[in-house]
């Protein structure tokens, strides 16, 4: 079955960085485009970073734009979110999606990984 | 960017009842390209509607999805004690954005 499992959280300095990473299996991973979703501890889900199935093209929401960074290795299934100069808004839980495109139907996520980012 | 208006915020009804969940989109979504997921607290959120009116697999026909431009409507027919929930429109025309979601409360 479908699994995409995140790891790599935890709690960091202000200004500090961190790398998550997300290991995909059950589905054709350098087949589809991958996202960064996150959502802060009581809040909606805001999509963060987006990366084309062969890492050709990257896409960032403009509040992580400059600062967070994602790619991929497809020989080991694995999305990466490279996050630098973190601040206290980025505290979230981190979401590894395969979402919901054009023309294709499917849609998983994982389980999350809680980003806590404080003094 | 697309930005989406859920309403409303909360809804409170009972199991039996009709719930009626609206999406409002700042610009047109193309094509429709608009998603309904339901999230339970701890849990990743699940798709439930593409295309705004497909049903994703698995997910009963008591949901339902309606709408095009810029609004867009979720139906749940009979509400079930698991379907008490938060529920969040997704727009994946343009970019990708979230709406704020609606938190579906039993009354």
């Known amino acids: 079955q479908v699994q995409l499992v995140e790891s790599g959280g935890g709690v960091v300095q202000p200004g500090g960085s961190l790398r998550l990473s997300c290991a995909a299996s059950g589905f054709t991973f350098s087949s589809y485009g991958m996202h960064w979703v996150r959502q802060a501890p009581g809040k909606g889900l805001e999509w963060v970073a987006f990366?084309?199935?062969?890492?050709?093209?990257?896409y960032y929401a403009d509040s992580v734009k400059g600062r967070f960074t994602i790619s991929r290795d497809n020989s080991k299934n694995t999305l990466y979110l490279q996050m630098n100069s973190l601040r206290a808004e980025d505290t979230a839980v981190y979401y590894c999606?395969?979402?919901?495109?054009?023309?294709?139907?499917?849609?998983?996520w994982g389980q999350g990984t809680l980003v806590t980012v404080s003094s | 960017e697309i930005v989406l208006t859920q309403s409303p915020g909360t809804l409170s009804l009972s199991p039996g009842e009709r719930a009626t969940l609206s999406c409002r989109a700042s610009?047109?979504?193309?094509?429709?390209?608009l998603a309904w997921y339901q999230q339970k607290p701890g849990q990743a959120p699940r798709l439930l509607i593409y295309g705004a009116s497909s049903r994703a697999t698995g997910i009963p026909d008591r949901f339902s999805g309606s709408g095009s431009g810029t609004d867009f409507t979720l139906t749940i027919s009979r509400l079930e004690p698991e379907d008490f929930a938060v529920y969040y429109c997704?727009?994946?025309?343009?970019?990708?954005?979230f709406g704020q979601g609606t938190r579906l409360e039993i009354k």
């Open positions: 610009q047109s979504v193309s094509s429709s390209y």
């Open positions: 999606a395969k979402l919901i495109a054009v023309a294709q139907t499917v849609d998983y």
């Open positions: 990366i084309r199935y062969d890492g050709s093209n990257k």
């Open positions: 997704q727009q994946y025309g343009s970019s990708r954005t």
